[in-house]
């Protein structure tokens, strides 16, 4: 089992942990180390024992909020979910009808006739230029 030293507070401590554990244990180390620094910049100096009481208090009372925020955020994608199995479970709507203005067959043949007579006033004008 390795020993691990952490600095927390100013002050050396020597912890075993599991193999593989290290990384994670200098990790919680820095939190508790940062919550040390920042109750010593408040208060000063204090016993050892009462700086990690106190820096430990607040990192529970962070994680509790933590925990609530989880708990909100597991409840809404509960939510969520049961909403989107309700939709799922729903029948598809209806296709919606489309309708497509179609031209009238006069229309059509009118602008035929108009292309045939603008493409033969065309050609007389190709034939009178050349």
Same mark, same amino acid.
């Given at each position: 089992?390795? #020993?691990?030293?952490?600095?927390?507070?100013?002050? %050396?401590?020597?912890?075993?942990?599991?193999?593989?554990?290290?990384?994670?244990?200098? %990790?919680?180390?820095?939190?508790?180390?940062?919550?040390?620094?920042?109750?010593?910049?408040?208060?000063? +100096?204090?016993?050892?024992?009462?700086?990690?009481?106190?820096?430990?208090?607040?990192?529970?009372?962070?994680?509790?909020?933590? !925990?609530?925020?989880?708990?909100?955020?597991?409840? !809404?994608?509960?939510?969520?979910?049961? #909403?989107?199995?309700?939709? #799922?479970?729903?029948?598809?709507?209806?296709?919606?009808?489309?309708?497509?203005?179609?031209?009238? %067959?006069?229309?059509?043949?009118?602008?035929?006739?108009?292309?045939? +007579?603008? !493409?033969?006033?065309?050609?007389?004008?190709?034939?009178?230029? %050349?």
């Amino acid at each position: 089992m390795p #020993q691990v030293e952490i600095a927390i507070g100013g002050r %050396s401590f020597e912890v075993a942990c599991q193999d593989g554990e290290e990384h994670f244990l200098h %990790s919680a180390a820095a939190m508790l180390d940062a919550e040390a620094a920042h109750l010593s910049e408040q208060i000063g +100096r204090m016993p050892e024992a009462r700086m990690l009481l106190m820096a430990g208090l607040m990192l529970a009372d962070k994680t509790a909020g933590l !925990e609530d925020k989880v708990r909100e955020a597991e409840a !809404e994608a509960a939510k969520m979910r049961a #909403q989107i199995e309700t939709m #799922q479970a729903q029948p598809a709507p209806a296709p919606e009808r489309v309708e497509v203005l179609v031209v009238p %067959s006069e229309v059509t043949d009118t602008l035929a006739e108009i292309a045939a +007579r603008a !493409e033969a006033l065309a050609d007389q004008v190709e034939g009178g230029a %050349s």
